[in-house]
């Protein structure tokens, strides 16, 4: 079974960048596609970013041009670089597969996006 553990998150100002890392235990988390879900409080989780085993990606529109997703299949990591942030990417930022499987969720990094 897929265990991830997701890191990077933290308070920054309106227009800051952040990295968040999902690291994967197993070798399994090479063939996989990935992605980086988000859920915002009172909103359902959304993933806003994904990315296949050949590194074809694709994102939410409320992300493109901001966000970009990349993995290190020999590191078993999978990357979130957040620019231009906003308030209303202030979420819980989650990493899974796609689609996602339901045992592997973690808990999460919190991003924070206030002045």
């Known amino acids: 079974q897929v265990q991830l553990v997701e890191s990077g998150g933290g308070l920054v100002q309106p227009g800051g960048s952040l990295r968040l890392s999902c690291t994967a235990s197993?070798?399994?988390?090479?063939?996989?596609?990935l992605g980086w879900y988000r859920q915002a409080p009172g909103k359902q989780r959304e993933r806003v970013a994904g990315?296949?085993?050949?590194?074809?990606?694709n994102y939410v529109d409320s992300v493109k041009g901001r966000f970009t997703i990349s993995r290190d299949n020999a590191k078993n990591t999978l990357y979130l670089q957040m620019n231009s942030l906003t308030p209303e990417d202030t979420a819980v930022y989650y990493c899974?597969?796609?689609?996602?499987?339901?045992?592997?969720w973690g808990q999460g990094t919190q991003v924070t996006v206030s002045s």
């Open positions: 899974n597969t796609m689609p996602p499987n339901y045992n592997a």
């Open positions: 197993g070798k399994i988390f090479s063939i996989l596609p």
């Open positions: 990315i296949t085993v050949s590194g074809s990606t």
